[in-house]
């Protein structure tokens, strides 16, 4: 298994600009995350989905979109790119079922900046 | 909504002195995770708590879960340059699906 796959690792975008950060699983988990790590802190989640087709938002989702058409990918996508949206971008993954199932698999990461 | 906070939020100690992190959560959890983050890395998973009073060593670290289930504490001792890192609990939300972590303890080792 690859685990959690994010793309790109790398990227400076322009204030105004518009990305797609990718996520794809291949553990057929339920559960994928999007969180943002700004440097020296911790991780603030963005948005989640329990599933194909659901999403919700998470403590910080202005200025972010998601979508979760299949059970693999759970794309973020940035409108309008800011300043303050400069960060560490991580992607995360778990099977919930019962309660040895709630381990979180990490992406490696997606360095953002924005200027 | 639901909160976890760690303190403190960062520690440096001499290599073989001890090191304590310690986990709030504002509601109870069904259970606890604890992750380490390695600079630059991404956080990996250490270990799990599910029970009242859990306690679950691996190696030097020891893992302790509170009786009410809304705290929780990481020890290791005897630390090792290895040891360097940023040491993240989380708190899953059972009806939610969401999992909130706290702001992470970062240790720095003296070697």
């Known amino acids: 298994n690859a685990g959690v796959t994010q793309t790109p690792k790398f990227r400076i975008l322009k204030i105004g600009q518009s990305m797609t950060l990718q996520c794809a699983q291949d553990m057929n988990h339920n559960y994928m995350y999007w969180y943002r790590q700004d440097p020296g802190m911790g991780l603030k989640l963005i948005y989640y989905s329990v599933g194909a087709g659901i999403t919700d938002k998470g403590e910080v989702p202005n200025g972010y979109n998601v979508s979760r058409s299949t059970t693999e990918d759970f794309p973020l996508r940035l409108e309008l790119a800011a300043p303050s949206q400069t960060s560490v971008y991580f992607c995360a993954s778990r099977w919930s079922g019962g309660n040895s199932g709630n381990t979180i698999y990490f992406g490696e990461g997606s360095w953002l900046t924005v200027v | 909504g639901q909160q976890v906070m760690q303190i403190p939020q960062y520690q440096h100690v001499q290599e073989g002195e001890d090191f304590t992190t310690y986990c709030n959560s504002s509601?109870?959890?069904?259970?606890i995770q604890w992750y380490k983050q390695r600079p630059g890395g991404h956080p990996v998973f250490l270990i799990q708590?599910?029970?009242?009073?859990e306690v679950k060593k691996q190696k030097r670290l020891t893992f302790q879960f509170g009786e009410a289930k809304k705290n929780s504490s990481l020890h290791i001792t005897a630390t090792q340059t290895t040891d360097v890192g940023t040491y993240f609990c989380?708190?899953?939300?059972?009806?939610?699906?969401?999992?909130?972590f706290g702001q992470g303890t970062t240790l720095q080792v003296k070697p």
């Open positions: 509601t109870t959890l069904s259970n």
């Open positions: 989380a708190g899953p939300n059972s009806n939610t699906g969401k999992l909130i």
């Open positions: 708590l599910v029970k009242s009073g």
